[in-house]
């Protein structure tokens, strides 16, 4: 099957810094990317929709200034987290679909551990 | 709009014994479910998919699941489990159109005991 790359797989960083996360599709090209996160033992929460060559498209309650996402190639979507905070620890993790349609599976990178300290 | 429900946070079966985990899904058009699967620490993998073809379908590692529109579920089965089985499975739908991300249920978190 197709292979989403997710860069880094854990990160520790200091509070009011920013973090860059990177989504690749590896052998398949993805006009939308989804940028999940994850609490422990919950499920994953949507963040956003990453769309190459416009604006990602944010769910309720998501702040856009803090979570920056750009898709700038059919094969790579990044999420910055800026000036991050103890909250904004968690498991984020991005999938990619192989086509448009509904039926697709959508894959998944193996997720970042945030860490804010 | 579509959505899943995981009936079970936590289940436990000791080895050898029949996996079944449960999802109930809502949606006012015909829906494409998923069930996935993730180990700590990690991404999801696809365990199994509906996508309107045969209603019992087949997946990796000896799951299926099958589909019940009368009753609106999408139930996962393994005859005999592993203990490598041990993992958080997510049932989820399929929300399409312009959208087209999935949504998850809560997770169901399978213990398999020696």
């Known amino acids: 099957g197709a292979v989403v790359s997710q860069h880094p797989s854990w990160v520790i960083c200091k509070s009011g810094t920013s973090v860059k996360i990177e989504c690749r599709s590896l052998d398949f090209q993805a006009t939308t990317m989804f940028w999940y996160r994850q609490f422990p033992k919950q499920s994953l929460m949507l963040m956003a929709t990453?769309?190459?060559?416009?604006?990602?498209?944010?769910e309720q309650g998501v702040e856009k200034d803090k979570f920056l996402i750009n898709h700038a190639s059919l094969t790579l979507s990044t999420l910055t987290v800026t000036s991050a905070h103890p909250e904004d620890s968690s498991f984020y993790i991005c999938?990619?679909?192989?086509?448009?349609?509904?039926?697709?599976?959508?894959?998944f990178g193996q997720g970042t551990r945030l860490t804010v300290v | 709009a579509q959505s899943v429900t995981q009936l079970g946070s936590h289940v436990s079966v000791s080895e050898g014994a029949l996996v079944l985990l449960r999802c109930n899904y809502s949606s006012s058009v015909p829906p494409y479910l998923f069930w996935y699967v993730q180990y700590p620490n990690q991404g999801l993998q696809l365990l199994l998919k509906?996508?309107?073809?045969?209603?019992l379908v087949k997946g990796i590692n000896g799951f299926e699941a099958e589909f019940k529109k009368s009753e609106t579920s999408f139930h996962l089965t393994k005859p005999s489990a592993h203990m490598s089985d041990a993992a958080e499975y997510f049932c989820?739908?399929?929300?399409?159109?312009?959208?087209?991300?999935?949504?998850f249920g809560a997770g169901t978190r399978l213990t398999v005991k020696p």
């Open positions: 509906y996508t309107s073809a045969a209603t």
């Open positions: 989820a739908v399929s929300r399409g159109g312009n959208n087209n991300d999935m949504r």
């Open positions: 990453s769309n190459e060559g416009s604006k990602a498209t944010y």
């Open positions: 999938s990619a679909r192989e086509g448009a349609g509904a039926r697709t599976e959508a894959f």
